[in-house]
């Protein structure tokens, strides 16, 4: 085993687009797991928009990063070592744990994956949090029915594509918005979306809308925030249901611009618009995780991945996310596993 380790801390608050200076590598001993615990080494670790709130000392949904501490989140890894019962070394393993080549983690605090069924990264994308969040977030707050429109912001990232590729299996006609000619194309050759946006060279989105959404919108599954959902809401038929899972466009201004006053158009539509976290569908996680798993199995549902190579990369390919450098879920390969 290699005997250097490293991990990635928070050193600054950001403000704006958090930059390289707002973080710090440092190198540490590699721990020895105690009872009930584990040494885990890093094989893919996930970036996701919603860290770039946590770095914020401000009251959320869920704690800010601390200064001078370790980021955490979505980390697939294996085995090296194990002083609790039930896992092994070589075992393939996921959980929300630092950035960090290798760590000590109390058993209950990882999942065992079985590689057989699935690439391992999937546990971290579209059978994982991402497509969890597209699973819950379409079904149980959108409730889509056959023929309606359900339009997706930010609909070639992780989330995104899965819910467009949902509201296809339940019969909808799904409009993705996207920020690149060659997302568009994806989205709508190989995903069999029905019309797709690129909101940065639209002349007119809302016009682009209108003619992409001949019947309205009535389910808006909104990503991004900003004026990309300004338009979108002009378009809601009465009952839309509006999934509020993501805001990308505002995470980095320091001051929120003030846009149009939606309230009126949710009043007149009799519009539902809830915002929701994964997790709080905790208890129905299983249930998620297999139907997705069973989509993928019979090719119902197709995923992207933009894998960067290196931990010391991590950085870069977490800033790259707010510049829509990635297609589908955006990780960084660490390591490969032992045992292949």
């Known amino acids: 085993m290699s005997k250097r380790n490293q991990q990635i801390l928070l050193i600054n608050r950001p403000k704006g687009m958090p930059t390289e200076a707002d973080f710090k590598w440092e ?13 885990v080494k890093t094989l893919y670790l996930s970036v996701d928009p919603y860290m770039r709130g946590r770095m914020n000392d401000s009251k959320s949904y869920v704690a800010p990063f601390e200064l001078n501490q370790p980021i955490s989140g979505g980390v697939v890894g294996e085995v090296v070592e194990s002083k609790a019962p039930g896992l092994e070394a070589g075992d393939i393993v996921v959980g929300m744990l630092d950035w960090k080549k290798y760590q000590t983690v109390s058993a209950h ?9 699935a690439p391992i990264t999937t546990a971290l ?20 029915q056959p023929g309606e429109t359900v339009v997706i912001s930010g609909a070639a990232g992780a989330v995104g594509m899965v819910v467009g590729q949902i509201a296809k299996i339940k019969g909808c006609r799904v409009v993705g918005i996207a920020g690149s000619d060659a997302k568009i194309e994806y989205l709508v050759k190989q995903l069999g979306f029905d019309a797709a946006i690129n909101y940065k060279t639209a002349t007119d989105l809302r016009a682009a809308l209108k003619e992409a959404c001949p019947n309205g919108v009535d389910i808006y599954f909104d990503n991004v925030g900003g004026e990309v959902s ?44 809830k915002g929701f976290i994964v997790s709080d569908y905790a208890e129905r996680f299983e249930e998620g995780t297999r139907q997705l798993a069973l989509w993928v199995k019979e090719g119902k549902l197709r995923y992207e991945e933009t894998i960067v190579d290196g931990f010391e ?3 870069q390919a977490f800033l790259g996310l707010f510049s829509g450098e990635n297609l589908g879920k955006q990780l960084v390969k660490v390591a490969e596993p032992s045992k292949r």
């Open 27 to 39: 190198e540490i001993p590699i721990p020895q797991p105690s009872e009930g615990e584990v040494l």
């Open 109 to 117: 605090g990882v999942k065992k994956i079985d590689p057989t069924v």
């Open 125 to 144: 994308g579209v059978v994982g949090m991402p497509g969890l969040t597209a699973y819950f977030g379409l079904l149980d707050i959108g409730k889509p």
């Open 230 to 273: 300004d338009a979108v809401m002009t378009l809601i038929n009465p009952h839309a249901r509006i999934p509020l899972c993501g805001q990308i466009a505002l995470y980095n201004m320091e001051k929120v611009a003030i846009g149009p006053r939606i309230q009126p158009l949710l009043l007149i539509n009799k519009a539902l618009i």
């Open 313 to 315: 990369n991590t950085i």
